[in-house]
């Protein structure tokens, strides 16, 4: 059975410093892996994934296959970066296995 | 991106009866969709699979019998919890998505049940 773990619950920091959430996964296979956020009273949205390998609001993501991990960074963090963010898994392209979260604080 | 609603957003009942929360695609059609239960300050868990004219799958430890999904057109699916208990106290969310998404997930604003 998959699984995924952020370490942090919790995370603050001060603006324009940099940011590391954390994620490792665990799965036999070759997983796809993404990033969802969640903004004060918003709803889940998709911020980025695996195989796109694409920086989104300055986020970048990078599978690390021997590490089995896929932590998310940003150089400078921002005030408007704060909330809640999810790391998940999917092994087939439809049930979701996420991590419980981090929320992420930036501080002014 | 597309868009997901549900309805309603918050719902309280009395312990033992019945209450029907509705997951609709606004703007493309969901063969398949998912439910998940948030606790407070938790993650998110799936509890089933929903798909169009058949029978939802539902997760290890997910009782069947009481958590009702029903997903007869392309645009909505329903969870229907029976008998509702405080327990069953929850964070709702459902969400589309698949291969036609590239495997992204278009989430529904939740429900939050109260039971009392």
């Known amino acids: 059975a998959q699984r995924v773990t952020q370490p942090e619950k919790l995370l603050s920091v001060f603006k324009g410093a940099p940011v590391e959430l954390k994620c490792n996964y665990s799965?036999?296979?070759?997983?796809?892996l993404f990033w969802y956020v969640q903004y004060s009273r918003q709803r889940l949205q998709l911020l980025l994934r695996h195989i796109s390998r694409e920086s989104i609001k300055g986020f970048t993501a990078d599978l690390n296959k021997g590490e089995t991990s896929f932590h998310l960074k940003k150089p400078f963090a921002q005030e408007e970066d704060s909330a809640m963010y999810y790391c998940a898994l999917t092994p087939s392209g439809s049930r979701l296995t996420f991590g419980e979260g981090t929320q992420l604080t930036v501080n002014p | 991106g597309a868009v997901v609603s549900q309805h309603p957003s918050w719902v309280i009942c009395k312990s033992g009866t019945s209450v029907k929360i509705e997951c609709r695609s606004l703007d493309f059609q969901a063969t398949t969709m998912f439910w998940y239960r948030q606790f407070p300050k938790q993650s998110l868990m799936l509890m089933a699979t929903?798909?169009?004219?058949?029978?939802?799958?539902?997760e290890q430890g997910v009782e069947k019998d009481k958590f009702l999904i029903n997903h007869a057109s392309l645009t909505l699916s329903t969870l229907t919890v029976t008998s509702a208990h405080p327990e069953d106290s929850s964070f709702y969310i459902c969400?589309?998505?698949?291969?036609?998404?590239?495997?992204?997930?278009?989430f529904g604003p939740g429900t939050r049940l109260t039971v009392l």
């Open positions: 799965y036999s296979g070759s997983p796809e």
């Open positions: 969400s589309a998505g698949g291969i036609w998404s590239y495997n992204e997930q278009f």
């Open positions: 929903s798909n169009e004219g058949s029978k939802a799958t539902y």
